[in-house]
Structure formats: structure tokens, C-alpha cells
């Protein structure tokens, strides 16, 4: 399995996709269902894709794209980082 511990988050899918660059690790939406897909870059080592996904997983965890109000991408990384501090 690629995650090991994706099994706790059953609502989540995971899928390896090759964004043809390495400049993005990882992409998370929730879906209509109120499930999530979270989108792997191929083209990263096994490692980046796990520490990528446990990124995306914070953002399921603090319900960062069900309360997105507007908000940008970079909007709300900064806040999720600020959190982490």
C-alpha cells in the first residue's frame, strides 16, 4: 500500500497522477459526497508522497476546504501553517 496509514480515513481516495512536473506535490478536494480526493504526483519519491499526503490529511483534519469561504490556496496554506507554529 502506498499510504500505510490510510486506513483510518476511509472517505479518502488516493490517486497517483503525473502532473508532468515536480513543482506540485499533492492536490486535495472534497468531493460532492463530502468524501476527499487527494491526488499523489507520480513523479515524487515514495517519502514525498507520504509526507504529501499527511499534508493533505491536516487539511481534511482542520476542515480547511469545507469552510474555504473564498479564501486562495495560498490563503489557506499560510493558515495552516500558522496553526502548525
Not at 481516495?13 to 480526493?37: A, H
Not at 491526488?39 to 509526507?51: F, G, I, T
Amino acid at each position: 500500500m502506498l499510504i500505510e496509514d490510510h486506513d483510518e480515513d476511509p472517505d479518502v481516495y488516493i490517486y497517483l497522477v503525473d502532473f508532468e512536473t515536480t513543482g506540485v506535490s499533492e492536490m486535495v478536494r472534497m468531493n460532492d459526497d463530502g468524501s476527499y480526493t487527494v491526488l499523489l504526483n507520480s513523479r515524487m519519491s515514495r517519502e514525498k508522497n507520504r509526507e504529501s499526503y499527511l499534508h493533505a490529511k491536516k487539511h481534511i483534519h482542520n476542515h480547511d476546504l469545507d469552510t474555504r469561504d473564498g479564501k486562495s490556496v495560498q490563503e489557506i496554506e499560510q493558515r495552516t501553517h500558522t496553526k502548525e507554529a
